[in-house]
């Protein structure tokens, strides 16, 4: 695919927010949001209930008209976005329940008739229907009707039909609410075949932390109308002083070590190095929920980005990273 490229070489971006405000009424819902999506990147928008998150992706896609700000999407102002813009759009939302009459591979092909006009040398629209029903698994369901699909197969199917355009950007507003393990797998490969191969950027909602951190080059954590935090799983740890924790026995007795800066490598060969006796030694890291929690804690108590007390995290078994908050204690437990 041709990257549309600025006047300083570098591809445009594909997403360019820049000090959005969205008020409801009397209540401002946005408060100064700002972000960049490059070509090909993939997004994880996250954020308590109520953060703004689906505000912020009705903006981008043109459905919801902002306060103030500035939006650049694909190169144009959504609220000035025409069919062609569009068709360079795919939109998968949170649910819709109509269609049900029409068969799986009947509703794709009448919808991927609308994206030919929009067709580039670059760009072949739309996507094949069958490869496309290979590739989202339904190939075995696209004579079925589509209110005899189960939820995770329909889930499948609006995946489909948000990128039947091959889309050069998409957004999925919880895409894989409904998958079961498996589907959810397939659903990471395609979401990673888009991306790296079709240089597809992609910006999803998730409450699934662990998806977000398999999925996203970059997490974008919105709370109460701004961003919070902006950068991969490991800056964002990293930006949060988690570090990582040692755990180990040595003669039936629990050691845990907190590790807060640096590589924790070193701790563990001066550890085996002074204690010949280890056993089951463990070496965990923060995860992206520790660093979420710890974040969304920080923003809404107000916290300074430096200093202060890190919260604790809840829901982690035995301690976490964040809970050892200076590299000198050493915890033995039984
Ligand atoms: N049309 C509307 N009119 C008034 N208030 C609204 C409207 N749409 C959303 N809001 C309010 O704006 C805030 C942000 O809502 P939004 O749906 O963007 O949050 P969200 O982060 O997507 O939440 P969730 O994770 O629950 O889907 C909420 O307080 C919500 O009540």
């Known amino acids: 695919m041709t990257e549309p490229q600025a006047s300083d070489g570098t591809a445009d971006p594909a997403i360019d927010v820049r000090d959005l405000w969205m008020r409801y009424g009397t209540k401002d819902v946005l408060t100064g949001v700002s972000f960049t999506a490059q070509r090909g990147e993939v997004l994880a928008l996250l954020g308590p209930n109520g953060a703004g998150k689906s505000t912020t992706i009705e903006i981008l896609e043109g459905f919801r008209t902002r306060s103030a700000g500035e ?23 949170q649910s819709w329940r109509d269609h049900g009459r029409w068969r799986v591979r009947e509703l794709l092909g009448y919808l991927a008739r609308f994206y030919v006009p929009f067709s580039t040398p670059e760009v072949q629209r739309p ?47 919880e895409p894989t609410a409904g998958f079961d393990p498996h589907a959810r797998r397939e659903f990471h490969d395609l979401v990673h075949r888009l991306a790296d191969f079709d240089n597809t950027t992609i910006l999803l909602t998730t409450h699934d932390l662990d998806e977000a951190e398999k999925l996203a080059d970059r997490i974008l954590i919105l709370d109460k109308g701004s961003i919070v935090a902006n950068g991969s799983a490991e800056a964002l740890a990293r930006q949060m002083a988690q570090g990582a924790e040692v755990r180990w026995t040595i003669a039936g007795e629990r050691h845990v070590h907190a590790v807060t800066e640096g590589d924790p490598t070193g701790f563990v060969r001066g550890l085996l190095a002074r204690e010949p006796d280890v056993v089951d030694l463990e070496v965990r890291h923060a995860s992206l929920e520790d660093t979420y929690m710890a974040l969304v804690h920080r923003a809404e108590t107000g916290q300074a980005e430096s200093g202060g007390d890190r919260p604790e995290t809840p829901g982690q078994a035995g301690g976490t990273p964040a809970e050892g908050a200076s590299s000198e204690i050493e915890e033995v437990r039984s």
């Open 71 to 93: 939006v650049s999407v694909l190169g144009q102002d959504p609220l000035h976005g025409d069919e062609a813009w569009r068709a360079r759009l795919g939109v998968v939302l």
């Open 127 to 173: 996507w094949d229907v069958d490869e496309l029903l290979r590739t989202v698994g339904l190939t075995e369901h696209a004579n079925l009707k589509i209110k005899a699909l189960s939820g995770g197969q329909r889930r499948r199917l609006d995946v489909a039909i948000g990128i039947v355009g091959r889309p050069e950007l998409v957004f999925l507003d």
